[in-house]
Every structure is written in structure tokens, then in C-alpha cells.
């Protein structure tokens, strides 16, 4: 049974932390989508680390990890982030997987990336510049490389003739600001090293765990609002962030899709343009930045924060079938004289609880609902009944209105600060 985690916001939502904290309860941690702009940050024993594109179960010693097909690869940051956990996981190379179907980013790609957000002016999407769209698009295109042709004997020339295309658009675009033959020079390199890692035909390898009873997490990157076909396009990523993406991202048939883990944040935040119903451009907007450390593991730019929206996490909710919901930086509200709850927009002076098929073409007001502060000292202990009872009643209506419980509440990035609801 392959169950699934991921983020019902736009990403950032702490499933780095949930998936390690959840791995020694599965045997296979696959990543099934997204690529190098994911920012996965797992913090234990004093130590921070930071994944973008190795599951977040690699540092769990009896857990494979399989980047799956549906991801894209850049074999440099690949490269990087396995240098920056080799001391820790010294044994990676025999429990990590690479789907020879999974694409690769090129060099070009990234350069791409950058001319075409160079070319949008203000009207840019918000790109975290690491190619991951053109990745895509080469890939729905039918002209991209994946892992698997590294091992071919055509690949210098297939690998000629994709940055051939890609230059003649960069050209077109006027954009000039790279040094293609100092990153080909990283790029080789790297293909070199990844040639020496297990590359797996991956779709066999979790039928064989299905067959076998083995317990398999798909974790997600990215968040569900920022889903290529439900996201708030086109601010969105170039991926399937939902619960159906495992099904074409490891090659699992529906019916072994058990479980879905959905974590959100107790507030909002959002990387890059787009709308944001419930965003605070104020004092309070500045405060949970800062309190929250809202700043992107990956790439440092600061993250737009606002109160938490009931309405599209409803809506999201819906569209993966969340059994569970696991809320993040609860901590993070500690200390407010006030909280509020998007419920409801004002759409055109109407009243919705639904998320237009157009949310960046809608003209949109919250409608909050306040409720009271708790104190500094959210102490989970002694379990949540315990708890700060205005704490506890803020929960229980996050559950009501979603129609889902809560079962996991974090309250820091550690290991040990994570409380199991009932």
C-alpha cells in the first residue's frame, strides 16, 4: 500500500519534518514529483539539514528512498545536496534510488528559465530559476533527456541537439547573461558521478514492495495550490502536486493509494507572485515572517504570510481525499492577542465558500472569523487536553469547518516537538 504526504497550501508547509517523523513506520520513502525548487528542511540532534530532491526518509537507516519518475533532475544540485549528507548517511548509496525515467535538467534549461522571466518583466511568474518549467515542458514536448539515456551511447548527441533548441531560444529571447561552458563543465562532471548510483527501472521496483506487503510514503513537493491543473494558474508549478500525481509519478495504480497525510501551517504563506486572499501587508504580515523564520530553504527569498484560509484548504482537502490532517507552526501564534480564519470570501460583494475556477482574475475579500489569543507556553506534554483551552478550541474549529481531524500538531522544527492527537 502506498500511502501519501503532502502540502494542502503553496508549499512550505513542514513536509520534510512529517515525512521523517513519520518514515520508521514505512519501508520505502519515493519522492513522485517537483525537482530542485522543493525545499525540504528536517531538523534533529542539533542538526539542520536542507533536501531538495533525496526523500526525506534518507536519513532514517532501514528506509529506501526512490526519487521517482515523475521527478526532474539536475544532476549538480543532485551532486551538491549528496555531498552535503554523506557525513550523516555514509550507507546512501545503498539505500537510494533514481528512476531511469526521471528527466534531467540541463544546463540550458536553467538558462532558459531565467530569459523567459527576464522577458515577462513584472508580469513574471515567480520562478525559482532552477529550470524546472522548461524541464517539464521539454518533457511534455516529447524532446527531453532522463536519467536513463546517460547510459546510451547516443547521449552526447542527444544531448547536442536539446541545447541546440534551447539556444535558438535563448537567442530569440535576447537574453545573455550565462556561461554555458563553464556549467557543462559542472554538468559532465555530475553525470558522471550519478552514473554511479542505482538507476532503476523504478515502476518495477514498487510493484515488487506492493507484492511484498511493504509499506511505501509518497512524499510531495510543493503545495496543492500551486497544482499545474487546480492551482492558482498560472502562478503555479509545472507539476501534479496532488494525490493523483503518485499514481503517474511512481507508476502505482490507483487502488494502491491508501492513506493521504495532509499538512498545512497554521497561518499562510506563499513564495513569488499570484494571489493571496488572506495576505498582510502589515505589521502582523512582518511578524509571523519573522517569527515564523518565513524565508524559502532553497532559495532565501521571503515568503508572503496572511491568516489561515479555511476555504481553500476545504477545497484541497477535497481534491487529494485528506484522511488526516497534520497542522505546522502552531507555535509560530503564540503570544497573539488575536487569531483570525479566512471562512468565506466576498467575490463581487458575494458571499462564496468556494475557490473561483479564476481566483487571479477574481476580485476577492476575506471574510475572517476572529478568535482569542493563547499564552507564550503551548507545553504538549501532557497531551492536548492539557493544552490552553483557547488553543485547543481554535483546533477543534479548524476540524469542524474542514470536516477532517487533526491528528498531528507541530509546534517546532525539532523531531521531539510533535504532539499525536488522540
Not at 498582510?280 to 524565508?295: A, C, P, Q, S, V
Not at 460583494?349 to 482574475?361: A, D
Request: glycine content about 10%; aromatic content about 10%; hydrophobic content about 35%.
Amino acid at each position: 500500500m502506498v500511502d501519501v504526504i503532502l502540502g494542502l497550501q503553496w508549499g512550505d508547509e513542514g513536509k520534510g519534518k512529517i515525512a521523517d517523523y513519520l518514515t520508521p513506520k514505512y519501508n520505502v520513502v519515493a519522492r513522485f514529483q517537483g525537482g530542485p525548487n522543493a525545499g525540504h528542511s528536517l531538523d534533529f540532534e542539533g542538526k539542520k539539514f536542507v533536501l531538495n530532491t533525496i526523500p526525506s526518509g534518507i536519513f532514517r537507516k532501514e528506509t529506501i528512498n526512490l526519487i521517482g519518475n515523475g521527478v526532474v533532475i539536475d544532476p549538480v544540485r543532485l551532486r551538491e545536496e549528496i555531498e552535503r549528507i554523506v557525513n550523516e548517511c555514509p550507507d546512501y548509496k545503498d539505500r537510494l534510488l533514481i528512476s531511469q525515467k526521471a528527466h534531467l535538467i540541463l544546463p540550458t534549461h536553467r538558462i532558459l528559465d531565467a530569459a523567459s522571466e527576464a522577458a515577462k518583466g513584472d508580469a513574471k511568474i515567480g520562478s525559482t530559476l532552477r529550470g524546472i518549467g522548461p524541464t517539464y515542458k521539454d518533457k511534455i514536448g516529447r524532446s527531453g533527456l532522463r536519467v536513463g539515456d546517460i547510459l546510451e551511447s547516443d547521449f552526447p548527441e542527444k544531448y547536442r541537439a536539446a541545447v541546440q533548441e534551447h539556444l535558438n531560444i535563448i537567442q530569440f529571447l535576447g537574453f545573455t547573461d550565462f556561461n554555458l561552458a563553464d556549467e557543462e563543465t559542472k554538468f559532465f562532471s555530475a553525470i558522471e558521478f550519478l552514473k554511479g548510483h542505482q538507476l532503476i527501472n523504478s515502476e518495477y521496483f514498487i510493484h515488487d514492495c506492493i507484492n511484498k506487503g511493504q509499506k511505501i510514503l509518497a512524499e510531495g513537493a510543493q503545495g496543492s495550490l500551486l497544482d499545474v491543473e487546480f492551482g492558482t494558474y498560472p502562478f503555479v508549478t509545472s507539476s501534479n502536486t496532488l494525490a493523483g500525481g503518485v499514481c503517474t509519478g511512481l507508476g502505482v495504480a490507483p487502488k494502491h493509494v491508501g492513506k493521504v497525510y495532509g499538512i498545512f501551517k497554521a497561518y499562510s504563506t506563499r513564495v513569488g507572485s499570484g494571489p493571496f486572499p488572506t495576505e498582510l501587508n502589515d505589521e502582523t504580515g512582518e511578524y509571523l515572517r519573522i517569527k515564523g523564520h518565513e524565508f524559502g530553504a532553497t532559495t532565501g527569498r521571503k515568503r508572503r504570510t496572511g491568516w489561515i484560509d479555511l476555504v481553500a484548504l476545504k477545497y484541497t482537502c477535497m481534491l487529494n481525499g485528506v484522511d488526516e490532517l497534520i497542522m505546522m507552526k502552531s507555535d509560530v501564534l503564540n503570544g497573539m492577542d488575536q487569531i483570525a480564519a479566512c471562512t468565506a470570501y466576498s467575490i463581487h460583494g458575494e458571499r462564496s465558500e468556494q475557490v473561483p475556477s479564476n481566483l487571479c482574475n477574481s476580485s476577492i475579500e476575506p471574510i475572517l472569523e476572529w478568535f482569542p489569543g493563547w499564552g507564550e507556553d503551548l507545553s504538549h506534554t501532557q497531551g492536548f487536553e492539557a493544552m490552553d483551552e483557547r488553543f485547543r478550541n481554535y483546533v477543534h474549529f479548524v476540524e469542524n469547518y474542514l470536516g477532517t481531524k487533526i491528528r498531528v500538531i507541530s509546534l517546532g522544527p525539532e523531531r521531539e516537538s510533535t504532539l499525536v492527537k488522540d
